[in-house]
T-cell receptor, first 111, second 114 residues
């Protein structure tokens, strides 16, 4: 079955620094989703990528899907304390029609 | 890692009937459980947050009388779709959290309303 590997597991950055979170699949991704979870709250949808080479941005967050559609990255520019939380990638598992998830990346931003 | 189960994995029902979906944390006590519904292009949308022993908090636009959530114990939460209609057909996923840090997802329930 398909698996999603996220890296790093946790990240501590100084406010204002840029950072990147990666999500890698063992198989081709047919729909890749990025979510953010604030502590104690449910997931918030950030972006969805479907096409190889696709890139989307929202405010200071940019997500990319590589041409082979097996790796996605989430890049945050000039991080702020409000960016802190757990970032989770998810993907459609074509064979069963389910959603699968990475284990998440815990981001802390030091003021 | 922690295991969360959902039952049933698939259910087909007639329009107008009610369907109950169970979410269980098998090896840990979940103080908080979340219920999500899958929508195209956005994938998961949070429906409600339930804390053990208290009423669920529903997201804006989610009908609490239609989607009844009960979190009676630290290992079980249920979502009941009342008077289901074809537009309720979807993929419903729960997640459970023992702390504020990590959510563990169930495998999901595919609901089809005829």
């Amino acid at each position: 079955s398909q698996e999603l590997e996220q890296s790093p597991q946790s990240l501590i950055v100084q406010e204002g620094k840029n950072l990147t979170i990666n999500c890698t699949s063992s198989k081709t991704l047919y729909g890749l989703y990025w979510y953010k979870q604030k502590y104690g709250e449910g997931l918030i949808f950030l972006m969805m990528l479907q096409k190889g080479g696709e890139e989307k941005s929202h405010e200071k967050i940019t997500a990319k899907l590589d041409e082979k559609k097996q790796q996605s990255s989430l890049h945050i520019t000039a991080s702020q304390p409000s960016h802190a939380g757990i970032y989770l990638c998810g993907a459609d598992e074509r064979s069963q029609g389910n959603l699968i998830f990475g284990k998440g990346t815990k981001l802390s931003v030091k003021p | 890692g922690a295991v969360v189960s959902q039952h049933p994995s698939r259910v087909i029902c007639k329009s107008g009937t009610s369907v109950k979906i169970e979410c269980r944390s098998l090896d840990f006590q979940a103080t908080t459980m979340f219920w999500y519904r899958q929508f195209p292009k956005q994938s998961l949308m949070l429906m409600a947050t339930s804390n053990e022993g208290s009423k669920a908090t529903y997201e804006q636009g989610v009908e609490k009388d239609k989607f009844l959530i009960n979190h009676a114990s630290l290992t079980l939460s249920t979502l009941t779709v009342t008077s289901a209609h074809p537009e309720d057909s979807s993929f419903y996923i729960c997640s459970a959290s023992a702390s504020t840090d990590t959510q563990y997802f169930g495998p999901g329930t595919r609901l089809t309303v005829l």
